[in-house]
């Protein structure tokens, strides 16, 4: 199946040729064709219902007497197999019958398309439907393969064509593809009922840090191609598909659903490492691994944006690896999630795009289609800029400058004489662009009602606003310049200027939500008047860039004391609505929960008695935004939680009764690591109180917590999520319940112990530790087992304790107290007097006394006299 928009079925431009072609269209490619003896032409191929046509290259109408070519006139497509972009239609003019009359192209048409493959599917599809609607009959489309290359020279398709390919890496083979897109495999590997999946039954045997892996039999390796969607569909998705993290999420999803046991072992982005075709696109990526009982799993997912000729949308491909899990060593999943890594580097389009339509790319650039990124990516790619940059943007943003100039809220002495601000005017009041803009596209906007065309000016308008916007916020000068330079200076005494404050109010551009009755003006709606209705925001459209700045540099809560000045309304119920509001981004909510993330650290939001208002505000957001589908802004609601919820235990409470703690259990089992390690934090705040932890295990908790203890405890790569690990558990350990639990039916103890180790000292990692193997050994049947285990390494950690890190001294002196009561214990602590020196190697003691010059804090010392008692007890009862 050829994906959508292959070629390119961009909507105003298939509007455009269908009015050319008098047929509605379902896709176009741009190529040079042949006709007869003629000299080859640039010209549209457009596909239609029952020809295809042939349009000029300036979409004004078909070329003479080879506009339009029943699929039924073809008889035969052969194509090249010296190139990739020729193919030869071989033409039955007088078989076609009267569907032939007006054609005048001869019996052959040799093209060059950059798109081949897609189109002669697309073709070889018209032809059957066309076939079965005149004839009632059901045949192949008939097609073969020959070396035409050798009349190149009768298509002008330049020197690309002829290109050394870059060969397979040694012991690789090329010729795998699948829906527009090829990669490298392994000699060995052969196509599975041609669906994009490929096996390699023997296995094989490389060299992996000097050491021979043998991978086993049954690899499967599968290319999955999503469908094409615009650079704009994707921005303005609410399903967080923008986001590629989410849509990795996705995939590992269903590649778990019927899998009870497994773990994640690899789970971040990725760099592709190879260009193979010299593929202008930008590429993007995200890998995981996964190990189950019966498979291991690793995967890559890419996204490829700004996908030529036309660059308006991005792709998405992922590389999904399978293999047998049983006797799988470590190594051999290095290596297969190397063999996974390479698959996915050598990733590349079929299709060679070398010639862009620039022409089109233009002049979306010029009616002001773009999103921000994409203008960025444009002037820094190709080049291109929208006509209107110089001078209507230039000018609007010199008007500004200058404004501030006069007041003397500059501190670039020479930003006005920037090379590209030469010869452009200054106007007192910038927004008069805008409207230059407006009048300027009068004779653009079509025929129509006076509503329609107002319709089409007011959406016009706010294309101009984003544009400036764009321009404003580093566009123009970069960081010399930006949307956050005009706010500092508005709020340094400037923002009482009306002009500057009308100049925001249009590039953040409020309207209402699909409303283009009317245009936008100073008098239509402002921030200040939906300040004071808040409920309203989720109304309202308006530039996302502009208002990402204007929360970041704090503008909004200033617009918000100035519009509450005599009231007691609380900026974060702004922050709520904003946070609910589905016009809202992934980035502007992200940066809305960051917000309320260094509010809370830099504000005492705990003090009084009942919850504070502000957090009894945010909390029912920021549940609403956890249970959302965006991975990362799940984790910035997590954390913002955990910040509101630290010290305060009615704040606990309430999130307690509202159900966050079975939403924390969802997350864990979503394996994601940013995830993981926000859900713990908040379970650490959430576990000190008795009935709280009663209700963690009661939804699950405990099996949870261990699941990602036994799954991580060897991964070096999340000593993070273990150091919380450590710390959930130590806490849960207070209940005698739990800790019998924990110790008799899970290997908890183990893993922690081994996890010791090989911690380094000093840090919060040992410290956790330290602390969760205290609380265990409260229990009798633990003392033995972590004693005769690690009682050497917790002496080991005495020693080179540091001040910095009192902690960790705290806890392993704990430790040792705890496991005191046990004979053994006390004997190893004694042994060659470890315990005496190693108080004294790190300080703390000097001569058998406490050292009054150590700098470990108080009252530690008391502690080390209780062990040291302990340890004389046992010498005068004789156990030692």
């Excluded at 109304?539 to 540099?553: C, D, G, I, Q, T």
């Excluded at 602390?771 to 004693?787: S, T, V, Y």
Aim: charged share 20%.
């Amino acid at each position: 199946r050829v994906p959508a928009r292959a070629m390119s079925t961009d909507v105003v431009i298939l509007n455009v040729l269908s009015a050319a072609c008098h047929e509605a269209l379902q896709m176009f490619d741009k190529a040079t064709v042949a006709f007869s003896d003629e000299e080859p032409k640039e010209c549209y191929v457009c596909i239609g219902k029952h020809f295809v046509f042939f349009a000029h290259k300036d979409m004004d109408g078909l070329v003479q007497g080879c506009g339009r070519l029943s699929y039924l006139q073809i008889s035969k497509a052969i194509t090249d197999t010296s190139t990739t972009r020729l193919f030869l239609l071989e033409l039955d003019n007088e078989g076609a019958g009267e569907v032939a009359d007006d054609w005048e192209g001869g019996d052959r048409l040799l093209i060059s398309a950059q798109h081949r493959e897609a189109l002669l599917e697309r073709i070889g599809l018209g032809w059957q439907a066309e076939l079965m609607y005149r004839t009632f009959q059901v045949r192949k489309f008939p097609q073969a393969r020959a070396g035409i290359g050798t009349q190149l020279g009768l298509v002008h398709s330049g020197e690309d064509d002829l290109e050394l390919p870059v060969r397979p890496f040694s012991g690789y083979e090329a010729g795998f593809t699948h829906r527009g897109y090829s990669i490298f495999l392994r000699t060995g590997f052969t196509s599975k009922a041609g669906l994009g999946t490929f096996t390699h039954e023997q296995g094989w045997e490389v060299s992996y840090n000097g050491r021979a892996v043998v991978v086993p039999g049954g690899v499967e390796l599968s290319l999955y191609v999503g469908e094409l969607c615009t650079l704009g569909e994707l921005e303005g998705s609410r399903s967080g598909q923008d986001d590629l993290k989410t849509v990795a999420h996705t995939y590992k999803q269903a590649l778990l659903e019927n899998i009870d046991q497994f773990y994640i072992t690899v789970n971040g982005s990725y760099m592709k490492k190879m260009n193979r075709t010299g593929d202008i696109a930008s590429w993007e990526g995200w890998e995981f691994f996964i190990r189950a009982k019966e498979y291991v799993f690793g995967c890559i997912v890419m996204r490829r944006a700004y996908i030529p000729p036309l660059c308006d949308a991005a792709q998405d491909i992922a590389v999904l690896l399978r293999c047998p899990a049983e006797s799988l060593s470590h190594d051999a999943c290095e290596v297969l999630l190397d063999e996974c890594r390479a698959v996915a580097d050598s990733a590349a389009p079929v299709a060679q795009v070398r010639h862009l339509a620039t022409d089109i790319i233009q002049a979306r650039l010029d009616s002001l289609q773009c999103t921000e990124e994409a203008y960025r990516w444009f002037e820094g790619r190709l080049g291109l800029t929208p006509v209107h940059r110089h001078p209507a943007a230039t000018k609007f943003l010199k008007s500004i400058i200058k404004i501030l100039d006069i007041e003397g809220q500059i501190h670039d002495d020479t930003i006005l004489e920037d090379p590209i601000f030469t010869d452009v005017p200054v106007l007192h009041d910038p927004l008069v662009v805008g409207q230059e803009m407006l009048s300027d596209a009068e004779s653009l906007l079509g025929d129509g009602t006076k509503s329609e065309r107002e319709e089409r000016r007011s959406a016009w308008y706010q294309r101009i606003s984003k544009y400036l916007a764009f321009c404003v916020d580093g566009g123009l000068l970069g960081e010399r310049f930006t949307i956050g330079t005009l706010l500092q200076a508005m709020h340094r005494g400037a923002g009482e200027i009306k002009v500057l404050r009308t100049v925001v109010e249009f590039l953040l551009h409020l309207m209402p939500h699909g409303d283009y009755s009317k245009k936008w003006s100073p008098s239509f709606v402002s921030l200040s008047q939906l300040l004071h209705e808040p409920e309203r925001f989720g109304k309202y459209s308006f530039n996302r860039s502009v208002m990402r700045v204007l929360l970041h540099e704090n503008h909004l809560a200033s617009e918000w004391k100035r519009a509450h000045r005599s009231s007691d309304a609380l900026y974060e119920s702004l922050l709520a609505g904003l946070l609910t509001n589905d016009d809202l981004g992934l980035p502007l909510k992200t940066l809305i929960c960051r917000q309320i993330l260094e509010n809370t650290s830099t504000n005492d939001w705990t003090a009084g008695e009942g919850e504070p208002p502000r957090i009894k505000v945010l909390v029912p957001a920021l549940l609403e935004v956890m249970g959302g589908p965006s991975l990362s802004l799940t984790s910035c609601a997590t954390a913002a939680l955990v910040n509101l919820s630290c010290g305060k235990d009615v704040v606990k409470s309430s999130l307690v009764q509202v159900g966050v703690i079975p939403m924390c259990m969802r997350q864990l089992k979503s394996k994601d690591d940013d995830l993981t390690l926000y859900t713990l934090y908040l379970l650490v705040n959430l576990t000190k109180l008795p009935h709280h932890r009663a209700i963690v295990v009661r939804n699950g908790g405990v099996p949870l917590l261990v699941d990602i203890l036994t799954s991580s405890y060897q991964n070096v790569r999340k000593q993070k999520i273990l150091t919380e690990i450590a710390s959930v558990v130590g806490q849960l350990c207070n209940d005698p319940e739990i800790r019998t639990v924990l110790s008799d039916d899970y290997p908890v103890v183990l893993c922690l112990l081994w996890v010791n180790d090989q911690a380094p000292p000093n840090g919060k990692l040992k410290s956790k530790l330290l602390f969760a193997l205290r609380q265990l050994a409260a229990g009798g049947q633990n003392k033995c087992k972590i004693g005769e285990h690690a009682i050497v390494n917790v002496l080991e950690q005495i020693a080179q304790a540091r001040p910095k890190f009192p902690d960790c001294l705290a806890n392993a002196i704990l430790l040792l107290l705890a496991l005191s009561s046990i004979s053994s214990n006390v004997s190893i602590m004694a042994r060659q007097d470890r315990l005496t020196q190693a108080l004294e190697s790190c300080g703390l003691a000097k001569q058998g006394q406490e050292n009054p010059a150590h700098k470990f804090g108080p009252g530690l010392w008391e502690k080390v006299e209780v062990l040291l008692v302990r340890i004389r007890e046992e010498f005068v009862m004789g156990s030692i």
